[in-house]
């Protein structure tokens, strides 16, 4: 019985609408074409993003004020203000909840010091945050430039409604939070290091302790050399 040979598998067998060089074919409609390629490349830039974390957040930061700054000067889309900073509010919420709900799913995080460590999954992954977040903040950004979107409206009261609905909303996050003992943030969590190396905190207590960092506070010292401890032995042995 002889072995199967590998058979080749063109790129256009596995996925049709792309060829060896990820171009859509040209026998694909233009339409079709357009928004493959545009699926395509802005993926390969929300890759190329991912790891610029303080980047991607400072970039929609300064978007946000732009945005604010627009409806301040031109004191109107209330409205559209109103509905970015709820959605936004839903989505920190989300960032800030774990993927499974402990009062339906039952206890899925630590709550004992000697329990085993679990690392804190989000229901809303912080990349996932961020690019909806910027998304929502450009669209509402556009809608500025519609007059459509500016509905006359007593702004202070949505302003109140907002600040009641985020104090109530937190109000009950943090009480989750305290009732099932779990920090949404990796301060304070374990963490791991190569072999050898020392973490802040076990050269402080071995310094406090008069000793190296991995060695055992109740074990001593090997000797500089065997070849002095045999000479010790040696010489209790002659007297």
């Known amino acids: 019985h002889h072995p199967r040979p590998h058979t080749f598998v063109p790129m256009s067998v596995v996925a049709p609408h792309v060829d060896g060089e990820g171009v859509p074919p040209k026998r694909m409609g233009l339409l079709r074409r357009v928004s493959v390629t545009y699926t395509m490349r802005q993926q390969q830039l929300l890759d190329k993003a991912t790891p610029f974390l303080w980047s991607r957040w400072l970039a929609s930061l300064l978007l946000g004020l732009a945005f604010g700054t627009r409806v301040f000067l031109l004191q109107g889309w209330y409205i559209v203000t109103y509905a970015l900073g709820i959605y936004l509010l839903n989505l920190f919420i989300g960032f800030l909840s774990p993927q499974k709900d402990p009062d339906t799913e039952g206890p899925v995080l630590p709550t004992k010091r000697d329990d085993e ?33 500016n509905i006359p409206v007593f702004w202070p009261i949505l302003l109140v409604y907002f600040f009641a609905l985020f104090f109530m909303t937190m109000r009950r996050q943090i009480g989750h939070m305290i009732r099932y003992k779990y920090i949404p943030f990796t301060y304070g969590k374990q963490k791991y290091t190569r072999k050898g190396e ?42």
């Not at 910027?134 to 500025?144: K, M, N, P, V, W």
């Not at 207590?205 to 991995?214: C, N, V, Y």
């Open 117 to 149: 460590f679990r690392p804190f999954v989000r229901r809303l992954p912080e990349f996932k945050f961020w690019y909806s977040a910027t998304r929502a903040i450009i669209l509402a950004f556009t809608c500025t430039f519609f007059s459509a979107f």
């Open 198 to 239: 020392s973490t802040k905190d076990e050269k402080k207590e071995a310094k406090d302790q008069g000793r190296t960092p991995h060695s055992s506070p109740l074990t001593p010292h090997p000797p500089a050399s065997l070849a002095v401890f045999m000479q010790a032995n040696v010489r209790v042995k002659k007297k």
